[in-house]
């Protein structure tokens, strides 16, 4: 039970740090490009990681870790925020971060299929009706949506459910942020490249908010908040802690209106009431 609990303790910290990832992500491509956000986030968050496996002496990973680690990176260090920073260019902070409310389900759907769990049947009716309060929330509000940014983050959805059952599964054997640290490093010669051959050819130019957010995503998006979520779904359950981001949409759509200025519709209280307690229902029956 203690164990359960530190992991979703662990889980919520982890979901509150990522609301504010796609809020950052806009303010942050307002000024530079999505290639050069993907790769620069994660060059910086790699370099953070190196300094706390080099500190702290962890060993290398087995062979058999690699391809793992290489899913990992695909998926949460390069798929989700090159994605989700393309499709912010075609569509708004709130309307994007209500498709984070798809994630629990395509990570529970993960957790099955890499992770080896098996949640009660039960588990699935709460985890839809979830994931189809925060759709009807995105229909209902459905301003500042497009076609082409829709589908993007649809897809970034995918492959971020699939990097999160992966990591977890590999958390562990190898621990939280040892996971997400391997996994930056691994990315990182493609990604030094990259962020160089994108670089802004003057800052003289960019404003002090895309900074911020550029930092934001660098530091907390792509490195601290792993070290708690894939902590919380190691000890919690993937399935189980996974329901967590059900929270995230809103907590994201309250930052998206407090530091952007964007609408929040008056649903969003009852869609969070319904999440509420969906949340609830699903840690039941994990």
Do not use: N
Not at 27 to 49: H, K, M, N, Q
Not at 164 to 179: D, I, K, N
Not at 195 to 212: Q, V
């Amino acid at each position: 039970m203690e164990r359960t609990t530190a992991g979703w303790g662990s889980g919520l910290l982890g979901v509150v740090i990522f609301s504010g990832s796609l809020p950052a992500t806009r303010v942050a491509v307002a000024e530079f490009t999505p290639l050069f956000v993907t790769s620069g986030r994660a060059a910086i968050a790699a370099l953070l990681g190196a300094a706390f496996l080099l500190g702290l002496r962890q060993a290398m990973p087995a062979r058999g870790d690699l391809l793992p680690l290489l899913i990992v990176a695909i998926g949460v260090v390069v798929g989700f925020p090159l994605l989700t920073g393309f499709a912010l260019q075609h569509i708004t902070a709130a309307h994007s971060v209500v498709f984070i409310g798809l994630l629990p389900l395509s990570t529970a759907l993960f957790g099955v299929l890499r992770g080896g769990e098996r949640p009660k049947p039960v588990f699935w009716i709460f985890s839809s009706i979830g994931a189809a309060t925060v759709a009807g929330f995105a229909l209902y509000q459905s301003g500042g949506g497009s076609m082409a940014g829709d589908l993007l983050m649809v897809a970034a959805i995918l492959l971020c459910g699939l990097g999160y059952a992966e990591g977890a599964t590999l958390s562990r054997r190898l621990g939280g942020w040892q996971v997400i640290s391997w996994a930056l490093l691994l990315s990182l010669p493609v990604m030094a490249v990259i962020a160089l051959a994108t670089t802004p050819a003057s800052f003289a130019d960019i404003g002090w908010r895309a900074w911020t957010g550029f930092a934001y995503v660098s530091v907390f998006s792509m490195m601290l908040g792993f070290v708690f979520w894939y902590r919380g779904l190691a000890l919690g359950g993937i399935a189980g802690v996974g329901q967590l981001q059900l929270m995230q949409p809103f907590f994201g759509l309250l930052l998206a209106s407090l530091l952007l200025g964007e609408p929040v519709a008056w649903t969003m209280i009852a869609s969070t009431i319904v999440v509420i307690l969906c949340v609830a229902g699903a840690k039941r029956f994990a």
